[in-house]
């Protein structure tokens, strides 16, 4: 038995290796090249295919009038998803084991969830505004001290553009976890101005010419009814409020308009706007020498 192993070994002509080390090593090189270009094929194709879907799926949801808010949230909600599936099958088409690869990247997913718990709580804070829509996009929000233009309702993030032109991505759960205050939320707005004329002034005057200034804006609404009242007598002023009711795309427009109209018109009527003043009483003590 012995002899027969060494005949064999003597009879392998070892000059032979080389080649089949090369041949072996170009079909391995052959095989990875095919399961690398086919990988990159899904991967590519699927990101083609997961685009046109959202984009499907957007055209779709625009054509049904639903709500930009849940159209954005819901399209990048898909594209993540569908992602997810293409970046697996790319990796099996690599020759992975796929079942493990989903149960590494579960067990992976759980302990990165724990760790990204703030990130887990944008999320939801993110469905939460998608279900109960506190805001749309195009709305005028004040939330976590930031106003701004409601631009995207991301899966993590809102993101706001400011009166300044900045874009600001505000984290969701801090907008949830603030107070929101939507100014675009109904179609009419009070303006609230607080006018102060002077002790002298005929206060009767004054309340005629504010009323023919609320008249002679059509942007101002007939109801509900403007209010002009005294609201104070200050230390050196008499103070008039005067709440007008607009339209919300019209209340920084009529607030800016009326406030110079104000001026130009009691400049006219001779209605002053008194200076703040206080009255200082000089007493002279004699003293004897």
């Known amino acids: 038995m012995h002899e027969d192993t060494t005949t064999e070994l003597t009879a392998f002509d070892w000059s032979t290796l080389p080649m089949l080390l090369k041949d072996k090593g170009v079909d391995l090189g052959i095989d990875f090249a095919i399961k690398l270009a086919t990988a990159l094929a899904i991967f590519f194709i699927g990101k083609f295919i997961i685009r046109l879907i959202v984009g499907a799926t957007s055209k779709i949801m625009t054509k049904q009038a639903i709500d930009k808010t849940l159209e954005t949230f819901i399209c990048n909600l898909i594209q993540i998803s569908l992602m997810i599936v293409v970046i697996i099958a790319s990796i099996g088409a690599l020759g992975v084991e796929t079942t493990s690869f989903i149960a590494i990247f579960g067990a992976a997913g759980l302990a990165v969830g724990l760790a990204l718990q703030g990130s887990l709580s944008n999320f939801a804070s993110g469905v939460l505004i998608v279900l109960f ?11 976590a001290s930031i106003a701004g233009s409601v631009e995207q309702v991301q899966i993590l993030t809102t993101i706001l553009n400011t009166a300044d032109n900045k874009k600001i991505i505000v984290p969701n759960s801090q907008i949830m976890n603030s107070v929101i205050t ?10 609230d101005m607080v006018i102060g004329v002077s002790y002298n002034d005929d206060l009767e005057k004054v309340r005629k ?19 002009i009242a005294v609201s104070e007598l200050a230390d050196s ?29 009691f400049d006219k009527e001779s209605i002053s706007f008194p200076y703040p003043q206080q009255d200082v009483h000089i007493y002279n003590q004699r003293t004897n020498d």
Request: aromatic fraction near 12%; avoid cysteine; glycine fraction near 2%.
């Open 133 to 143: 829509r506190p805001y749309r996009v195009g709305d005028w929000i004040e939330a």
């Open 237 to 265: 002023s008499v103070n008039f409020v005067v709440r007008p009711w607009v339209k919300s795309t019209d209340y920084w427009g009529v607030m800016f308009d009326m406030t110079e109209a104000i001026k130009k018109q």
């Open 182 to 191: 939507n100014y675009s939320a109904n179609d009419i707005r009070r303006v």
């Open 209 to 227: 010419t504010l009323q023919d200034l609320i008249a002679t804006d059509k942007r101002i609404l007939a109801e509900p009814a403007t209010t």
